[in-house]
T-cell receptor, first 114, second 117 residues
Framework: NAGVTQTPKFQVLKTGQSMTLQCAQD?????MSWYRQDPGMGLRLIHY???????DQGEVPNGYNVSRSTTEDFPLRLLSAAPSQTSVYFC?????????????FGSGTRLTVV | AQSVSQHNHHVILSEAASLELGCNYS??????LFWYVQYPGQHLQLLLKYFSGDPLVKGIKGFEAEFIKSKFSFNLRKPSVQWSDTAEYFCAVNPRNYGGSQGNLIFGNGTKLSVKP
């Protein structure tokens, strides 16, 4: 049972490049989300999904896109990378209702934009 | 806006000392409360959670937390810390029935705990 798998673990991008951070879970969780973690700022929600075909914005969605075509996958797309997007990105998933179960987190993707 | 405050940025303790990390939230309705731990270089793991019932919640590795509704607090405690408890600790709140974001966790900024052997 792999849990929540994120790839890549590390990535360096140049300003203006685009890329997709992958997130996959094998627990049949309905809920998935993306957070970014910055020093002294905790985790901030970027986008989330309560099921296949349903996505919504979180606290800091600008510059990111998501889609949820399957229950298992929830990729995060950076449209045009900026240095302000340098961060550690965590994907999390949960059964619904998620407030009952808490989240299972992936191991993170450390992104540097130069 | 809903928020979670963790007042201690960095706590340094010696082994066997007692630990209490503060967490306060701003939301007047029903909440679910969580504490997560992040060991160096690792992802967040759930320590404990409060949903309803007994406000004193026991989690893994000897941690416990007490929900005090009147104080909007959910402080984390451990009677005797070990060097292996060195990590960053995050309090998180789910304000139930809060519009379209029901179920999303709001995280505090985290408290780094360093335990000296």
């Amino acid at each position: 049972n792999a849990g929540v798998t994120q790839t890549p673990k590390f990535q360096v991008l140049k300003t203006g490049q685009s890329m997709t951070l992958q997130c996959a879970q094998d627990m049949n969780h309905e809920y998935m989300s993306w957070y970014r973690q910055d020093p002294g700022m905790g985790l901030r929600l970027i986008h989330y999904s309560v099921g296949a075909g349903i996505t919504d914005q979180g606290e800091v969605p600008n510059g990111y896109n998501v889609s949820r075509s399957t229950t298992e996958d929830f990729p995060l797309r950076l449209l045009s990378a900026a240095p302000s997007q340098t961060s550690v990105y965590f994907c999390a998933s949960s059964y619904s209702p998620q407030y009952l179960y808490g989240y299972t987190f992936g191991s993170g993707t450390r992104l540097t934009v130069v | 806006a809903q928020s979670v405050s963790q007042h201690n940025h960095h706590v340094i303790l010696s082994e066997a000392a007692s630990l209490e990390l503060g967490c306060n939230y701003s939301y007047g309705g029903t909440v679910n409360l969580f504490w997560y731990v992040q060991y160096p270089g690792q992802h967040l793991q759930l320590l404990l959670k409060y949903f309803s019932g007994d406000p004193l919640v026991k989690g893994i590795k000897g941690f416990e937390a007490e929900f005090i509704k009147s104080k909007f607090s959910f402080n984390l405690r451990k009677p005797s810390v070990q060097w292996s408890d060195t990590a960053e600790y995050f309090c998180a709140v789910n304000p139930r029935n809060y519009g379209g974001s029901q179920g999303n966790l709001i995280f505090g900024n985290g408290t780094k705990l360093s335990v000296k052997p």
